[in-house]
């Protein structure tokens, strides 16, 4: 009833930038918060950033000054661009949404199926 799909994912130089988005689709009555979170090899899933509907944002210490976070509440669509990546940088990364559907009364967490980032040094 309800799909996250990201895109803009992929392979670039250390020091290049990429652009992710995640849009999501159904039977969507509102979304709260909207984020990014990533999870690379062996390691747990950690945030990146998330953002409001009045366009509050927030950061892991990590990713402040070169990841920005950005929504268009018309799209129902979510963005990080992501600038001076790093080797570290490479993970699968993950949308997230709270959305409330048109059946439902409570905020449920959907999660999109990830987008590959693969930074080359």
């Known amino acids: 009833q309800v799909q996250l799909v990201e895109s803009g994912g992929g392979l670039v130089q250390a020091g290049g930038s990429l652009r992710l988005s995640c849009a999501a689709s159904?039977?969507?009555?509102?979304?709260?918060?909207m984020g990014w979170y990533r999870q690379a090899p062996g390691k747990q899933r950690e945030l990146v950033a998330t953002i409001a509907p009045s366009g509050s944002t927030n950061y892991a210490d990590s990713m402040k000054g070169r990841f920005t976070i950005s929504r268009d509440n018309a799209k129902n669509t979510v963005y990080l661009q992501m600038n001076s990546l790093k080797p570290e940088d490479t993970a699968v990364y993950y949308c997230?949404?709270?959305?409330?559907?048109?059946?439902?009364?409570?905020?449920?967490?959907?999660w999109g199926q990830g987008t590959q980032v693969t930074v080359s040094s």
């Open positions: 159904g039977t969507i009555s509102s979304i709260n918060v």
């Open positions: 997230k949404a709270d959305i409330r559907t048109y059946s439902g009364y409570v905020w449920l967490g959907y």
